[in-house]
């Protein structure tokens, strides 16, 4: 197997890509700056046979980059500096790690002849436009400044499959949950944020009426789509972007449902203001991904909460009153 890099991998989707990846005896190189990233993620990484080579680093310093991507061949993308919210909150921030980060990326990877970049592109880029479901042909329609950094990546990405011959694939992730999504940050994604807060006792709040969808996608599902397309040939996916989801549409006054069954949660939940930069509805076409590199999720909405609540348990039984 070639030697592979994945940035971000003490984080929520890194980590299991990282796993998975040495698991199956790859000599894996992964980098992290802990910004979301959590150490506790790493441990089980730097133990046993097959032991990642961590490089702690951030991707805005460019020569530190370039660095951890010598002697590397294939890259997973996965660090960035996640959350609409947050971006809206603190633009700046978001920009520099995430399109500085991807720049630096993709320079250290032409220096050093990578020769493929997966990269976790956002559903966000659809916007609110008509239309269900997405398909990778519609016109991007970004709203807040995460999902337009996310797409300026996306560009960047094509750019260096067409001017510099680096077969980059883009995977818009749609709502990726499960096992170690950080649940307790404000800016967490709504199925790890509500596990926790009601594992506490605490009423959710729900950002306007609960009647928006998302695809929500069990985390499984998107390492499959990175491996899948790593191994890929390169006429099928390189300079192309594809959806990664379920197909699958549930709101979220459905997933507070489900979650507070599986919880014994009795309360009903809090309704506030519509979030800034809130994308009303989103659901995938997924079809491109499972003709170009076979993608085919196994793990269905209501499987993936089941093994996201009985994680939670498990990792937090002692922090809950
Ligand atoms: C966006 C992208 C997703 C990924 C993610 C990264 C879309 C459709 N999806 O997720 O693919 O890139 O960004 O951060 O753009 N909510 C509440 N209460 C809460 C927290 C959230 O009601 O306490 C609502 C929120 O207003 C939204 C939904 O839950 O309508 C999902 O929010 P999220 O932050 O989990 O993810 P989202 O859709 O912004």
């Not at 649940?183 to 928006?212: C, W």
Request: glycine residues 10%; aromatic residues 10%.
């Amino acid at each position: 197997m070639p030697k592979i890099l994945v940035t971000g991998c003490a984080g929520f989707i890194g980590s299991w890509i990282t796993q998975t990846l040495l698991e199956r005896g790859a000599t894996v190189r992964g980098l992290d700056n802990f910004e979301t990233g959590l150490r506790e993620n790493l441990d089980p990484l730097l133990a046993g046979p097959h032991r990642l080579d961590f490089v702690e680093c951030d991707l805005r310093d460019a020569d530190a980059t370039a660095r951890a991507c010598e002697g590397v061949e294939v890259i997973f993308h996965q660090a960035a500096r996640p959350s609409v919210p947050r971006s809206v909150k603190d633009p700046g921030t978001s920009h520099t790690a995430n399109l500085d980060g991807t720049f630096n990326l993709l320079e250290g990877a032409r220096a050093a002849g990578v020769r493929r970049i997966i990269y976790a592109a956002s559903s966000s880029a659809y916007g609110n436009q008509p239309g269900f479901p997405r398909r990778e042909t519609m016109m991007p329609m970004p709203i807040a400044p995460y999902p337009v950094q996310k797409l300026a990546g996306e560009f960047y990405m094509k750019s260096y499959w067409q001017v510099y011959g680096i077969e980059t694939v883009c995977l818009r992730y749609f709502n990726i949950f499960g096992p170690r999504q950080v649940p307790n940050s404000p800016y967490s994604g709504v199925m790890a944020k509500f596990t926790l807060q009601m594992m506490r006792g605490e009423r959710p709040t729900i950002h306007g009426d609960g009647e928006q969808g998302r695809d929500f996608t069990y985390v499984e599902n998107a390492v499959s789509a990175n491996l899948l397309a790593a191994e890929a040939s390169a006429d099928k996916v390189a300079g192309r972007v594809f959806n990664v989801a379920c197909g699958d549409r549930h709101t979220l006054n459905e997933t507070f449902r489900i979650l507070a069954q599986l919880l014994d949660f009795r309360e009903p939940p809090i309704y506030g203001p519509t979030r800034e930069g809130d994308i009303q509805n989103s659901l995938a076409d997924i079809s491109a991904a499972r003709e170009a590199f076979g993608y085919d999720p196994q793990v269905g909405f209501e499987e993936g909460l089941r093994r996201t609540v009985a994680w939670y348990r498990q990792q937090y039984a002692t922090a809950v009153p």
